[in-house]
């Protein structure tokens, strides 16, 4: 499985971005496919997770309400983001697992939100 994340960027608290992962690989709808995000001198966060039909979705409580996210048929993989946070700078990395970790993991982009 490949993962290539993109959408990061610069915007003011109480905006919103939202980021994409297009992802390729053989059988990937048998993936359960997230966002995780590493602030500065943080360790690695859980941030959404999703099925690729999107039946099933979990949120950490910090985003919940907030953050939405989503995929589509071309395989690609969405997590909107609204009413942001400065807490919510980040590198974003899209993931996927098949059994219970996380092993495949894109290259990461940045969010920074300002006050």
């Known amino acids: 499985v490949q993962l290539q994340a993109s959408g990061g960027g610069l915007v003011q608290a109480g905006g919103s971005l939202r980021l994409s992962c297009a992802a390729s690989?053989?059988?990937?709808?048998?993936?359960?496919m997230g966002w995780f995000r590493q602030a500065p001198g943080k360790e690695r966060e859980f941030v959404a997770a999703?099925?690729?039909?999107?039946?099933?979705t979990l949120y950490a409580d910090s985003v919940k309400g907030r953050f939405t996210i989503s995929s589509d048929a071309k395989n690609t993989l969405y997590l909107q983001m609204n009413s942001l946070k400065v807490e919510d700078t980040a590198v974003y990395y899209c993931?996927?697992?098949?059994?219970?970790?996380?092993?495949?993991w894109g290259q990461g982009t940045q969010v920074t939100v300002s006050s």
């Open positions: 993931v996927a697992r098949r059994g219970s970790t996380y092993d495949y």
């Open positions: 999703t099925n690729w039909s999107g039946s099933s």
């Open positions: 690989g053989r059988t990937l709808s048998t993936y359960v």
